[in-house]
């Protein structure tokens, strides 16, 4: 990869301006470089192979079957780090020096960012795809097309509905009643401290959590009318939702864990987490970080800001795009469609990597009506669910979300330790995304 | 250079015809041409392009129209030289790693000193063990440490949770030092190691000299070894210098660890967090600007010091 780039500007720093004009040029117009766009999506002649690159656990079973299948289109599976954690960016390295693998696993989240750099492929002319359309469920569909006639530029792997998960046994030892609104989730959060526990964890670094609050709250971070990006991190919704958990923050009522690390683990672990408010795959979490907890989780809806409502929000969740400089966007393109529609391959990632599916029929699959023991035997994806058909279909992300939940997330560390607010953070946020849309060009509307 | 001068140095001697030497001449420079050339092949590959690299991007700036019109790069001139002036959290990340380096390199050099002169004690048993004991941690990878650290440092998780609950290790206020010892541990080793090299050549006469003049093993290092081995300290200083600019394995580490470092805790975290966004050109202006800072300091550095160390 490095030979190529390096190879490339050897070249140019020789040849003078025009070359490097060119050369820098190259990854920019991936047409030249073989790769198909919309309008050629025609089959390869010849067997082909493709690769593609995610972080699911239990991928390789899904392809395993596909590959069987499909002699002439044999698909590579690498595995990755979490896309935050380190796949994007080799993506974004990858584009740049024409090696991106065919296929890669993005987030919704992501997309407009991938799409801001150039990095996706539009595979709405290529043969099913445009079809495939309604078997997804509805605001997936929406972010991979997103909201263009003519444009598909991924498509809708799995979803993250959120709901709660709480410890049945402790709520119910300790004679606490099990939150449905957020008003109530804070009265037990200081019953459970006066129990010498904590609720839940805020979670700094995981910034996608609280605009899953901030979806649910039916706030809006992004807009994008074709002519420029609205930037609203600090909307009334957003507001309510940053105040909501200054408060529990001031009060001493949540821990300041960081999601996800083996600290976190063992406070799940040891009782010393009573909460958690997450998405669907946030069962695997649990189960795999607090193994000896078996039995005594159960989940509920997420608490709501009106008494008998049902909104939810999402969190996490991703998408298969064919990455430009791919030479067989066809066979790509099939090979996603089968694998996020199939239920041969949704139910083998559901039972390997705990996907939750994007299609309205992959929610009815047998394993996701099933009791789970690890929760009480209770059937925790109803639950899931209803949280994903109250999912509100209009939530757009920005073009360059890495970098704001990176100042975000550095305004909520620092509000963890005391210096500002979360709202503080986000209004930073705010600034700082809007100054690197314009370092970039991407137009911004006052 | 060195081994033509003496290899053709040594040649009239041996053969004495002019025509024969310059014919030998040339051999020598094709060996030579042969033994260089990989070096500045690769010097050059993975050296000097990636640095005119980094400089030709950034000059370069992105354009494009609409929301997601396609991205076209041109010159742009000094425009992310004046993003890197403006950006207040790559200069707050700069003052951070120099408070750092006005603490910790001194700490640091002067702990490899002291080891080095110890085992360099002809009263000191077991020298071997030592000196391999203080230059092991230098074995293990900068990751490994940082995250065998953090895992110390952790409240909940140390092994000594009676001081880590109690003292906020991986809090905002200490969590710099915490990161100093990490670095600390690994690299105090290594330069002992350096420096302890530079009193193995110091000739014995010398230290024959000041016995006779009386002088104890105390006096002997004081007067006699440390001014000696102040070049070896000015060396290990510059590499110092220029591995507290650098930092980045130790804070991206502890990042998992605590929610004091941030993703511009650095400059080396400035430049990889721009570099996510993706912003190849910004990211290549800051390390241009980082690469010269370092530069001026290590060069500022030698000149101060030098005056005193190679009278």
Same mark, same amino acid.
């Given at each position: 990869?490095?030979?190529?780039?390096?190879?490339?500007?050897?070249?140019?720093?020789?040849?003078?301006?025009?070359?490097?004009?060119?050369?820098?040029?190259?990854?920019?117009?991936?047409?030249?470089?073989?790769?198909?766009?919309?309008?050629?999506?025609?089959?390869?002649?010849?067997?082909?192979?493709?690769?593609?690159?995610?972080?699911?656990?239990?991928?390789?079973?899904?392809?395993?079957?596909?590959?069987?299948?499909?002699?002439?289109?044999?698909?590579?599976?690498?595995?990755?780090?979490?896309?935050?954690?380190?796949?994007?960016?080799?993506?974004?390295?990858?584009?740049?020096?024409?090696?991106?693998?065919?296929?890669?696993?993005?987030?919704?989240?992501?997309?407009?960012?991938?799409?801001?750099?150039?990095?996706?492929?539009?595979?709405?002319?290529?043969?099913?795809?445009?079809?495939?359309?309604?078997?997804?469920?509805?605001?997936?569909?929406?972010?991979?097309?997103?909201?263009?006639?003519?444009?598909?530029?991924?498509?809708?792997?799995?979803?993250?509905?959120?709901?709660?998960?709480?410890?049945?046994?402790?709520?119910?030892?300790?004679?606490?009643?099990?939150?449905?609104?957020?008003?109530?989730?804070?009265?037990?959060?200081?019953?459970?401290?006066?129990?010498?526990?904590?609720?839940?964890?805020?979670?700094?670094?995981?910034?996608?959590?609280?605009?899953?609050?901030?979806?649910?709250?039916?706030?809006?971070?992004?807009?994008?009318?074709?002519?420029?990006?609205?930037?609203?991190?600090?909307?009334?919704?957003?507001?309510?939702?940053?105040?909501?958990?200054?408060?529990?923050?001031?009060?001493?009522?949540?821990?300041?864990?960081?999601?996800?690390?083996?600290?976190?683990?063992?406070?799940?672990?040891?009782?010393?987490?009573?909460?958690?408010?997450?998405?669907?795959?946030?069962?695997?979490?649990?189960?795999?970080?607090?193994?000896?907890?078996?039995?005594?989780?159960?989940?509920?809806?997420?608490?709501?800001?009106?008494?008998?409502?049902?909104?939810?929000?999402?969190?996490?969740?991703?998408?298969?795009?064919?990455?430009?400089?791919?030479?067989?966007?066809?066979?790509?393109?099939?090979?996603?469609?089968?694998?996020?529609?199939?239920?041969?391959?949704?139910? =083998? !990632?559901?039972?390997? $990597?705990? +996907?939750?599916? #994007?299609?309205? /029929? @992959?929610? *009815?699959?047998?394993?996701?009506?099933?009791?789970?023991?690890?929760?009480?035997?209770?059937?925790?994806?109803?639950?899931?669910?209803?949280?994903?058909?109250?999912?509100?279909?209009?939530?757009?992300?920005?073009?360059?979300?890495?970098?704001?939940?990176?100042?975000?997330?550095?305004?909520?560390?620092? =509000? !963890?330790?005391?210096? $500002?607010? +979360?709202?503080? #953070?986000?209004? /930073? @946020?705010? *600034?700082?995304?809007?100054?690197?849309?314009?370092?970039?060009?991407?137009?911004?509307?006052? | 250079?060195?081994?033509?001068?003496?290899?053709?140095?040594?040649?009239?001697?041996?053969?004495?015809?002019?025509?024969?030497?310059?014919?030998?001449?040339?051999?020598?420079?094709?060996?030579?041409?042969?033994?260089?050339?990989?070096?500045?092949?690769?010097?050059?590959?993975?050296?000097?392009?990636?640095?005119?690299?980094?400089?030709?991007?950034?000059?370069?700036?992105?354009?494009?129209?609409?929301?997601?019109?396609?991205?076209?790069?041109?010159?742009?001139?000094?425009?992310?030289?004046?993003?890197?002036?403006?950006?207040?959290?790559?200069?707050?990340?700069?003052?951070?790693?120099?408070?750092?380096?006005?603490?910790?390199?001194?700490?640091?050099?002067?702990?490899?000193?002291?080891?080095?002169?110890?085992?360099?004690?002809?009263?000191?048993?077991?020298?071997?063990?030592?000196?391999?004991?203080?230059?092991?941690?230098?074995?293990?990878?900068?990751?490994?440490?940082?995250?065998?650290?953090?895992?110390?440092?952790?409240?909940?998780?140390?092994?000594?949770?009676?001081?880590?609950?109690?003292?906020?290790?991986?809090?905002?206020?200490?969590?710099?030092?915490?990161?100093?010892?990490?670095?600390?541990?690994?690299?105090?080793?290594?330069?002992?190691?350096?420096?302890?090299?530079?009193?193995?050549?110091?000739?014995?006469?010398?230290?024959?000299?000041?016995?006779?003049?009386?002088?104890?093993?105390?006096?002997?290092?004081?007067?006699?070894?440390?001014?000696?081995?102040?070049?070896?300290?000015?060396?290990?200083?510059?590499?110092?210098?220029?591995?507290?600019?650098?930092?980045?394995?130790?804070?991206?580490?502890?990042?998992?660890?605590?929610?004091?470092?941030?993703?511009?805790?650095?400059?080396?975290?400035?430049?990889?967090?721009?570099?996510?966004?993706?912003?190849?050109?910004?990211?290549?202006?800051?390390?241009?600007?980082?690469?010269?800072?370092?530069?001026?300091?290590?060069?500022?550095?030698?000149?101060?010091?030098?005056?005193?160390?190679?009278?």
């Amino acid at each position: 990869m490095n030979r190529h780039t390096l190879a490339r500007s050897g070249a140019a720093a020789v040849a003078g301006t025009l070359l490097l004009a060119a050369c820098s040029g190259g990854t920019d117009d991936g047409g030249s470089d073989g790769a198909a766009d919309a309008s050629a999506c025609e089959p390869s002649d010849g067997p082909v192979e493709l690769t593609y690159t995610g972080w699911v656990p239990g991928m390789e079973d899904a392809i395993a079957l596909w590959n069987e299948a499909n002699p002439d289109i044999q698909v590579t599976y690498n595995t990755g780090p979490a896309g935050n954690a380190g796949t994007y960016q080799d993506f974004f390295n990858q584009l740049e020096a024409d090696q991106a693998p065919d296929l890669g696993q993005i987030e919704y989240d992501t997309l407009p960012n991938f799409r801001v750099q150039d990095g996706l492929v539009n595979i709405a002319d290529c043969a099913g795809v445009m079809d495939a359309g309604e078997q997804f469920v509805d605001w997936t569909w929406q972010q991979v097309t997103f909201g263009e006639e003519g444009s598909v530029y991924a498509i809708p792997q799995d979803t993250g509905p959120m709901a709660m998960f709480y410890r049945a046994d402790l709520f119910e030892e300790a004679g606490i009643e099990v939150p449905t609104t957020w008003d109530e989730y804070a009265e037990a959060a200081q019953a459970i401290r006066d129990e010498g526990a904590y609720i839940t964890h805020f979670p700094r670094t995981d910034v996608n959590w609280f605009a899953g609050l901030v979806w649910q709250a039916e706030g809006r971070w992004f807009e994008n009318d074709g002519e420029a990006w609205t930037v609203d991190l600090t909307g009334p919704q957003s507001t309510q939702v940053a105040d909501y958990w200054q408060g529990l923050i001031d009060d001493g009522l949540v821990k300041d864990t960081a999601g996800f690390s083996d600290e976190w683990n063992n406070e799940l672990n040891t009782g010393e987490l009573w909460t958690w408010v997450s998405a669907v795959w946030g069962s695997n979490s649990i189960s795999s970080g607090a193994p000896d907890t078996a039995g005594d989780w159960a989940v509920a809806p997420m608490p709501q800001w009106e008494p008998g409502a049902n909104a939810a929000g999402n969190w996490g969740g991703s998408s298969v795009a064919v990455l430009q400089g791919s030479e067989h966007p066809y066979e790509a393109a099939q090979f996603a469609l089968w694998l996020n529609t199939s239920e041969e391959s949704l139910t =083998a !990632l559901n039972q390997g $990597g705990g +996907l939750y599916p #994007a299609t309205t /029929a @992959g929610l *009815e699959l047998p394993a996701l009506k099933e009791g789970l023991e690890f929760y009480g035997d209770q059937a925790i994806f109803d639950v899931f669910a209803d949280a994903a058909a109250a999912t509100d279909p209009s939530f757009t992300w920005g073009p360059t979300m890495a970098q704001t939940y990176n100042d975000v997330a550095d305004g909520f560390g620092a =509000a !963890l330790s005391g210096q $500002g607010t +979360l709202l503080d #953070a986000l209004q /930073a @946020g705010q *600034e700082a995304t809007i100054s690197t849309l314009e370092s970039q060009s991407i137009p911004v509307a006052e | 250079m060195s081994t033509q001068t003496t290899a053709t140095g040594r040649d009239p001697g041996a053969t004495g015809q002019p025509p024969g030497r310059s014919r030998r001449r040339t051999r020598h420079a094709g060996a030579l041409t042969v033994l260089v050339v990989p070096f500045f092949v690769l010097f050059t590959l993975f050296y000097l392009v990636p640095i005119g690299y980094a400089v030709f991007r950034s000059f370069r700036t992105v354009e494009r129209e609409g929301t997601f019109g396609p991205a076209t790069e041109v010159f742009g001139g000094l425009t992310q030289y004046e993003q890197v002036f403006a950006s207040e959290a790559f200069w707050a990340s700069l003052g951070r790693v120099l408070l750092f380096g006005v603490v910790q390199v001194p700490v640091m050099l002067g702990l490899a000193l002291v080891l080095a002169l110890l085992i360099d004690s002809p009263l000191v048993r077991g020298k071997r063990f030592y000196r391999l004991a203080f230059f092991a941690p230098y074995a293990v990878p900068g990751v490994i440490a940082a995250i065998m650290w953090g895992f110390l440092y952790s409240p909940s998780l140390s092994p000594f949770t009676a001081v880590t609950s109690s003292v906020p290790l991986l809090g905002g206020g200490l969590v710099l030092w915490a990161i100093a010892n990490v670095v600390t541990w690994v690299y105090a080793g290594y330069n002992m190691l350096i420096i302890y090299s530079a009193l193995q050549a110091i000739p014995g006469e010398i230290y024959e000299a000041a016995r006779i003049d009386g002088a104890g093993q105390l006096r002997i290092a004081w007067s006699v070894k440390i001014p000696l081995v102040v070049p070896a300290l000015v060396l290990t200083g510059v590499f110092s210098i220029i591995g507290t600019l650098q930092l980045l394995t130790e804070p991206q580490v502890f990042r998992s660890f605590t929610t004091s470092v941030s993703s511009t805790f650095t400059p080396n975290l400035v430049v990889y967090t721009t570099s996510t966004v993706p912003n190849f050109n910004l990211a290549a202006a800051f390390s241009v600007v980082l690469a010269l800072l370092t530069f001026v300091l290590s060069f500022v550095f030698l000149r101060l010091t030098q005056r005193k160390a190679f009278q």
